[in-house]
């Protein structure tokens, strides 16, 4: 993932519509990849996470994919609501125990 | 089940003190992780135990910054004598065993006068 510094991306979607959030990756030997969401003041939240020998897994509402040959992943929100409004991280694991985060990318849901 | 508990939540201090930052660890979880957030530099990670052990502290900034586990289920980042440029939010973060989910707490706000 790229870190954006000051400026976060953000996606603003209409309430009740689907969100997709991407993130590109930078190790093409890493094998396990985690969505997480942030809200304001507190710690990134575990949503789902997907093993390099898959392509695509489903949890409630959330579905992420993960394109090896581009070396890209993302997060798709069925439905979105208000309370999905929050700061979204990628995270890959490329060594041993460690993560390696993406720059985030900021979700505003208009009711 | 109790998560990972953090403390302080917030802490002001002028530079040159010393700042502690504590961290419990979900029960049962041996990997504990430090990273450090800001808006410049996204989340960053310092310091990986496992089993109680350090095993990569090269995230660590400086000599300033020293971290410690005693046992399991507590872990301790240190950072003697503090900076303004230290000012941000320490999060720590535990997990079960390789390429599982790591649980983070809800962090430190660490601000340095």
């Known amino acids: 993932g790229e870190n954006v510094g000051l400026h976060l991306p953000t996606l603003s979607v209409q309430e009740g519509d689907n969100s997709i959030i991407n993130c590109a990756y930078s190790n093409s030997a890493s094998d396990y990849f985690i969505w997480y969401k942030q809200e304001s003041g507190k710690g990134p939240q575990f949503i789902i996470d997907?093993?390099?020998?898959?392509d695509k897994r489903q949890g409630q509402r959330v579905t992420v994919l993960l394109n090896k040959t581009v070396k890209h992943l993302s997060l798709q929100i069925a439905a979105t609501q208000p309370g999905d409004s929050a700061v979204y991280f990628c995270a890959e694991n490329n060594a041993g125990n460690m993560l390696t985060f993406g720059g985030g990318t900021r979700l505003m849901v208009k009711p | 089940d109790a998560g990972v508990i953090q403390s302080p939540r917030h802490e002001v201090t002028e530079m040159g003190q010393e700042v502690t930052l504590r961290c419990k660890p979900i029960s049962g979880h041996n990997s504990l992780f430090w990273y450090r957030q800001t808006m410049m530099r996204g989340l960053e990670l310092l310091i990986y135990f496992n089993n109680n052990v350090p095993i990569d502290d090269s995230g660590m900034p400086e000599d300033r910054f020293s971290a410690k586990m005693p046992n399991a289920s507590f872990s301790t980042l240190k950072i003697q004598p503090s900076e303004p440029r230290d000012s941000a939010v320490y999060f720590c973060a535990s997990t079960r065993q390789v390429n599982q989910p790591q649980h983070f707490g809800d962090g430190t706000r660490l601000s340095i006068l």
């Open positions: 997907i093993r390099s020998n898959m």
